[in-house]
């Protein structure tokens, strides 16, 4: 039992090489950041309206 775990696989194929300008993406991905982004800064702004109240200012 010489042989080599991986001696009958087979390397993978190059795949060749496009120009970065045209590499699609695609919108669910941006969609998805905007979303996360979005629900963020909604969260932010209702945590700050219910807390107003609560925020001494007094600190500076």
Do not use: C, F
């Amino acid at each position: 039992m010489g042989r080599g775990y991986n001696i009958g696989v087979a390397s993978p194929a190059h795949k060749p090489v496009s120009d970065p300008k045209q590499q699609h993406r695609h919108r669910a991905y941006a969609a998805e950041a905007t979303g996360l982004i979005l629900m963020a800064v909604v969260l932010l702004v209702v945590t700050i309206v219910r807390y107003w109240s609560y925020i001494n200012w007094s600190m500076r």
